[in-house]
């Protein structure tokens, strides 16, 4: 069944098919100021299940101590619905936020050392 995520303003959508390989929040600098929050809750598909089906997005690379990123966003509303990462070349990256429809729970913490002292992840999850 095929999955879509799109932004604020729906200019930017995009389709995914198969089941995400990974489920995660991260609480790295990076994904909480690309979501103005304590962590960044993602799924990663196979990167050739995204298909773009509104507007083109605008791009935005950045790097860290964690690799490089290319971060697409929309150009009307500013929300960064996917993006594609150097340390998973073989996934996309989607903010679970923009999941048309209810995702699952994470089941890791990624970046874990540097979460907040008052976010509680479930000792079941794995910590990286």
């Known amino acids: 069944m095929n999955k879509q995520a799109s932004c604020c303003c729906g200019a930017v959508t995009v ?23 304590a962590f960044g809750h993602s799924l990663y598909y196979s990167k050739d299940t995204l298909k773009i089906i ?10 860290n101590e964690y690799g490089n990123q290319v971060r697409h966003f929309c ?6 619905v996917y993006w594609y990462w150097a340390r998973f070349p073989e996934w996309v990256g ?4 923009c999941m048309k429809d209810v995702v699952p729970a994470p089941t890791i913490s990624a970046c874990h050392h540097n979460a907040r002292h008052w976010v509680t992840i479930p000792e079941s999850w794995a910590q990286y």
């Open 54 to 63: 509104g507007s083109k997005p605008k791009t935005y690379a950045i790097g």
């Open 75 to 80: 150009p009307e509303c500013g929300s960064t």
């Open 15 to 37: 389709e995914l098919s198969g089941t995400s390989k990974l489920n995660a929040l991260c609480h790295c600098d990076d994904c909480r100021k690309r979501t103005g929050s």
């Open 94 to 97: 989607v903010a679970a936020g």
